[in-house]
Each structure stands twice: as structure tokens, then as C-alpha cells.
T-cell receptor, first 114, second 115 residues
Framework: QKEVEQNSGPLSVPEGAIASLNCTYS??????FFWYRQYSGKSPELIMS??SNGDKEDGRFTAQLNKASQYVSLLIRDSQPSDSATYLC??????????????WGLGTSLAVNP | EAGVAQSPRYKIIEKRQSVAFWCNPI?????LYWYQQILGQGPKLLIQ????????DSQLPKDRFSAERLKGVDSTLKIQPAKLEDSAVYLC?????????????FGQGTRLTVV
């Protein structure tokens, strides 16, 4: 089992719809969870971080965390063509020697069609 | 607040040559990461520093890759000798402190082409 898993997509939604992106992780000791957006040829940019169970909303974006089920999701409301990008899930997990590591999923490609 | 700075932005070298990348993290960030990203894939961690100490280099091809972070600030990543499969984008990121679970911020990356 991969440490962080995402559906690779592509996920295609019409403009104005809700896009739902999912991520599962393997380690119950995971501490913090991040969603990044990456446009083609650009670096990942942070769009949401979530640390506790429940929902966190920021504009059109909502992150949902369920530690019992070990998944984190990202909802994008009123999707726009400019939201078309790859969305990366990153999870802060325990590492050897009381350290921690940031583990990345492979990303989900989202296409918002006008 | 200044972001993560990387240089160069682009580099083309022949196989078996050497190359070095430089990264200046956000001021005060203790954790620095070097990632390799091949087109269509997520970032692959090469090495993670906590201040000037290495905490994870398990995926660094140590026969050809090396990295250092002198004085716990700037970092360099070197490849010697380069292979064709090293063609990728090399991303540097930093976070306030990985132990506290804070988010990572990325530089613009260096696109390496090995011919």
C-alpha cells in the first residue's frame, strides 16, 4: 500500500460544478494534511492545510479530514476553467528517530470544461 | 516575505557532465527539502534537512547525487556524473519546522535537461 494515494484522473467537470478530490493515507500517526495545486510547468502552490477532523473552508475550497477513515478530501465549488491543474495531496507522517516526513501523492489531474 | 529562491531556472548539459543547483529557503525555516519531479508524477523527495543535518536521504542516489546545507541556511544539490534519466525538474522547498507539521513552500524549480 502506498503511503499517500490519490486517483490519478483525469477528473473532468463542467464549469460551475463541484469538483471532489480524494486522498487516503496509511499512517494513523499523520499530523497535518495539505492540498497543493500545480499548473503545468509551475511549482506546487499551497491552497489548503487542515490539522483536525472536520471541514475547513476558504472561499470556493473546502478541505475535509476524517482521521478515523484516514482520508482527506478537497471540494472546489463553482469550478472555473482556471482551476484546471494537478492537485497534490501531502501528508506529514512520523519518520525514524522522532522525525517527521512529508509524503506526497501522485496527484489528480482536474479539467474544468467551459 | 521573500519566497524560496532557486537558481538556475534552466540547465542543459551533456550526459556524464556535472551540474549544481542552489537554493535559499525562506528566512527562519528550519526544514529544507530537495525534490525531483518527472513530468506527470508527484514530487519525489531526494533529501530533507533539519537545520544543517540530514534527516532523510533514503531516495538520494548517493553514487551520483550529493547535497549540503552549510550553516543551516542555503543548500546546494549536485549531480556528478549526470545520466539521461536525471532530466527532470528539481524543486527546493522549505517549511518552518517539519516536526511542528507546518506547510512547505516551493521555489520555482530548476528544469534540467540531460542530452
Amino acid at each position: 500500500q502506498k503511503e499517500v494515494e490519490q486517483n490519478s484522473g483525469p477528473l473532468s467537470v463542467p464549469e460551475g460544478a463541484i469538483a471532489s478530490l480524494n486522498c487516503t493515507y496509511s499512517d494513523r500517526g499523520s499530523q497535518s494534511f495539505f492540498w497543493y495545486r500545480q499548473y503545468s510547468g509551475k511549482s506546487p502552490e499551497l491552497i489548503m492545510s487542515i490539522y483536525s477532523n472536520g471541514d475547513k473552508e476558504d472561499g470556493r475550497f473546502t478541505a475535509q479530514l476524517n482521521k478515523a477513515s484516514q482520508y482527506v478530501s478537497l471540494l472546489i465549488r463553482d469550478s472555473q476553467p482556471s482551476d484546471s491543474a494537478t492537485y497534490l495531496c501531502a501528508v506529514n507522517m512520523p519518520n525514524a528517530g522522532n522525525n517527521r516526513k512529508l509524503i506526497w501523492g501522485l496527484g489528480t489531474s482536474l479539467a474544468v470544461n467551459p | 516575505e521573500a519566497g524560496v529562491a532557486q537558481s538556475p531556472r534552466y540547465k542543459i548539459i551533456e550526459k556524464r557532465q556535472s551540474v549544481a543547483f542552489w537554493c535559499n529557503p525562506i528566512s527562519g525555516h528550519a526544514t529544507l527539502y530537495w525534490y525531483q519531479q518527472i513530468l506527470g508524477q508527484g514530487p519525489k523527495l531526494l533529501i530533507q534537512f533539519q537545520n544543517n543535518g540530514v534527516v532523510d536521504d533514503s531516495q538520494l542516489p548517493k553514487d551520483r547525487f550529493s547535497a549540503e546545507r552549510l550553516k543551516g541556511v542555503d543548500s546546494t544539490l549536485k549531480i556528478q556524473p549526470a545520466k539521461l534519466e536525471d532530466s527532470a525538474v528539481y524543486l527546493c522547498a522549505s517549511s518552518l519546522d517539519i516536526v511542528w507539521g507546518t506547510e512547505a513552500f516551493f521555489g520555482q524549480g530548476t528544469r534540467l535537461t540531460v542530452v
